[in-house]
């Protein structure tokens, strides 16, 4: 996983910086109540194979903001059946691909933002290798939130894939398409100056419905 990778996954998941790449050891960090309220939670989610670092790192984020152990707990169960619920749809479209925290957090936020993760099944099999997706379904998910059509930014992501464009150079979609934006230019249209910034080829069957927003 690349810096901006990480970056952008911190960012789209609201962790604070340094929740990744680390196992917060929370019996030193967590009032008796609070552990109370979040074990239960962690220890499930282990026996379901789901990804305890973010959900470590949101109890500790509900601890810095202030939160009371059943508010953290409420958040951290929250997520957890978020984890769950995409990580099943995952194995059912994906069987006996393994799958990692990282891509298991991403489909949670795609399916967050309304993207079928039918869809999101479409870029594991365009990958060429068993390198992670998890920083291509983060892009796919922050393109339909900034208003690209599901198909466009699934199409999209598609070739990212199936072309090896570098992680550090597919990170930077969203935040180039953000710079294009400001010229008040549509957001396919914006997407596609974005994409000629990053040297990246705008894949055949892109451009149908630009201008338009998102769809499922």
Request: proline share 8%; charged share 20%; aromatic share 2%.
């Amino acid at each position: 996983m690349t810096r901006a990778g990480i970056a952008l996954l911190i960012m789209c998941l609201g962790l604070p910086e340094g929740a990744r790449g680390q196992q917060p050891d929370l019996s030193s960090r967590l009032d008796p109540p609070t552990l109370a309220a979040v074990q239960p939670i962690l220890d499930a989610a282990a026996r379901d194979s789901l990804p305890l670092e973010a959900l470590r790192s949101k109890a500790l984020e509900g601890v810095a903001k202030g939160a009371g152990p059943q508010q953290i707990g409420d958040v951290v169960a929250s997520l957890a059946d978020e984890f769950r619920t995409a990580r099943g749809a995952l194995r059912g479209g994906l069987p006996g691909v393994a799958l990692r925290d990282g891509e298991v957090v991403a489909a949670a936020m795609a399916a967050r933002r309304n993207v079928p993760l039918a869809v999101v099944w479409g870029l594991w099999a365009s990958r060429p290798d068993d390198g992670s997706l998890e920083v291509h379904v983060t892009v796919l998910s922050e393109l339909v939130r900034r208003g690209i059509r599901v198909d466009e930014a699934a199409t999209l992501m598609s070739h990212v894939v199936r072309t090896s464009v570098p992680l550090e150079v597919a990170a930077q979609i969203p935040g180039k398409l953000d710079g294009a934006r400001t010229t008040g230019a549509p957001p396919g249209a914006a997407l596609a100056e974005a994409l000629r910034g990053l040297n990246i080829p705008d894949p055949p069957g892109r451009g149908r419905g630009r201008g338009r927003g998102p769809s499922g």
